[in-house]
Structures are given as structure tokens and as C-alpha cells.
């Protein structure tokens, strides 16, 4: 007869990661985790919650002290190990930079593993992993090497998640949901956008070489379809009128709605056929029937 049941000496804590742990003890500083095969992990007292007893589980991430022991929080730090994330240098010292990343003890990016010398206050875009030889969570801004190189299965359209990477002479280097590099052409951009911004993407296409060109809104009639939506709220927000139309310059468009004038002008002409506005000379403006 087969057992299914998972021995709890089979625990494996993810370091540098959330793990659901068990209390198994309680004292003066704070509360003691079944850690499995790790041992017993600290929860210090300032992350106990209310109530919390021998017995219950609590959803913690486990990473390193200031002395290289395993210790848990019940804090959610800005990145965890397998990510890329934005943070900002908060103290450099003989050995490297110490990132924030919202936890107690900052995070660690070595020399090496810098492309320029890192500055206190300096914001960087890093990849968080677990140095294989010290076994000590550690950041890189060498981020490519940190990028799956295997070919994407990705669709037109396709809605993905970004964090933009680089700013280039053609646009922004970004990186697809926490895996891919992709390029959003400059051209193609209707917003401010800004490295470290966590956007909302769509892919373009999936080159034959492997490289991804992404889009900041869905391309075709579902742009439309979204737009259409946007400018009916705009309406409603300006007394039913908009001072923009089929006259207005595609740079104040792109400004004042962060779209193309294209996109703009498909759904002005959508909402026209279905009578929810009129067009005149100084803009558009809702019927009377939609007040």
C-alpha cells in the first residue's frame, strides 16, 4: 500500500523565497519554524503575528541574517530570488553595493556582478539568485546573462507582463514576464515611460532569430475596442465634451490619451455610428441621449 503522505523531514525550505511553516516552538524573542531538513528557523518577535501559536502555519520568506544564519519575516521584500527587479543602492562599501529590497538586511550585488561602479541612491535593474559557491542571496546587473535564451511561444497580441530594462537609440529594452528580453520601438510608445517601469504589454511579433518585439497596447481592433472605453470616461469626466478631433495634432493625442492618432480616430468613428456623439468643428461632444 502506498503512502502519501509527505514526511515532514522531506521539507525543503526555498531560501530567498515565501514557504508556509509550521510553529513548533515559542519564546521571549520571537517564534521558532519547522525549517525540515534547514532545522528550526527563527520568526523574531517584531514579525509575530497577533494570536500566532504552536501548531499554526504563517506564510514567511526565509533568507539570510546579518550573520549568514537562516532566518524568517512575515515582510514582502520588493524582489525574491528567480526575479528581476528595480532597487535603489542604500550603502556601498570595499566589497560592493547593498540594495533595498524592503527587508532588514539589505541585498548584497558584489563588484563583479556590476556593469558600472554602483552609487549610494543610483536605481538599477538586477536579477536576485542564490551564488552557488557562498550560498548567500546576491544581486547582478549583468541581466542578460539571466535571460532565457530558448525560443519564446508567444502569439500576436499575446498580453504579457514587462519590466523595463534599458533605455536604447530605438527604444526600451524590456524584460518579459520575468524571463525574455523584448524591444518596444520608440515609435510605438504613446506614454512616458521610464527603466524600472512595471507595465502591461502585448508581443508584436516573434522574430525567426528569437527576438520579441513588444507593443504597450493591443494592436488592431481590440486597441480600439480598449480606447473606446477610455475616451467615453473622458467624456463623462468633462461634461460630455472633448476639445480633440479628426484636426488635432497626432503628438497631442498621444500626450493627452497615450495612443496613436489612428487608434484615436477609430474610436471616435465608433462611437459616432452608434450615435453617442456628435463630431463638429471644435471637438466631439456626447448626444443628448447620453448626457
Known amino acids: 500500500m502506498t503512502n502519501d503522505t509527505t514526511n515532514d523531514n522531506d521539507l525543503k525550505v526555498k531560501l530567498g523565497d515565501y514557504n508556509r511553516l509550521s510553529i513548533v516552538k515559542e519564546v521571549d524573542f520571537g517564534l521558532y519554524l519547522d525549517g525540515g531538513d534547514e532545522g528550526e528557523i527563527l520568526l523574531p518577535s517584531r514579525y509575530v503575528p497577533k494570536g500566532a501559536k504552536t501548531g499554526d502555519e504563517l506564510n514567511v520568506f526565509v533568507y539570510l541574517d ?15 530570488v528567480g526575479e528581476f527587479g528595480f532597487l535603489r543602492v542604500a550603502w556601498v562599501n570595499q566589497y560592493g553595493a547593498f540594495l533595498d529590497w524592503g527587508l532588514m538586511k539589505d541585498l548584497f550585488c558584489p563588484f563583479s556582478e556590476q556593469k ?90 516573434v522574430r525567426p532569430d528569437g527576438k520579441i518585439d513588444v507593443m504597450l497596447q493591443p494592436s488592431g481592433r481590440q486597441s480600439t475596442i480598449d480606447f473606446v472605453d477610455t475616451l467615453t470616461d473622458y467624456l ?56
Open 66 to 80: 546579518q550573520d549568514e544564519r537562516i532566518i524568517a519575516t512575515t515582510e514582502h521584500p520588493r524582489v525574491k
Open 116 to 205: 558600472k561602479k554602483m552609487e549610494i541612491g543610483s536605481w538599477h535593474v538586477v536579477h536576485v539568485h542564490i551564488d552557488e559557491e557562498s550560498y548567500r542571496i546576491v544581486a547582478s546587473a549583468k541581466v542578460e546573462h539571466f535571460l532565457n535564451k530558448q525560443p519564446a511561444d508567444y502569439g500576436h497580441n499575446d498580453a504579457v507582463d514587462l519590466l523595463v530594462w534599458q533605455q536604447t537609440d530605438i527604444g526600451f529594452k524590456v524584460i518579459i514576464d520575468n524571463a525574455y528580453q523584448g524591444l518596444v520601438y520608440s515609435n510605438r510608445i504613446f506614454r512616458d515611460v521610464h527603466v524600472g517601469d512595471r507595465l502591461r504589454g502585448y508581443i508584436d511579433q
Open 236 to 291: 463623462l469626466a468633462h461634461g460630455g465634451r472633448c476639445p480633440y478631433g479628426d484636426k488635432t495634432d497626432p503628438e497631442v493625442i498621444k500626450q493627452v490619451f497615450g495612443v496613436s492618432k489612428k487608434t484615436f480616430k477609430r474610436a471616435i468613428g465608433d462611437l459616432y455610428r452608434k450615435h453617442i456623439i456628435v463630431i463638429g468643428d471644435d471637438g466631439i461632444q456626447l448626444t443628448k441621449a447620453h448626457p
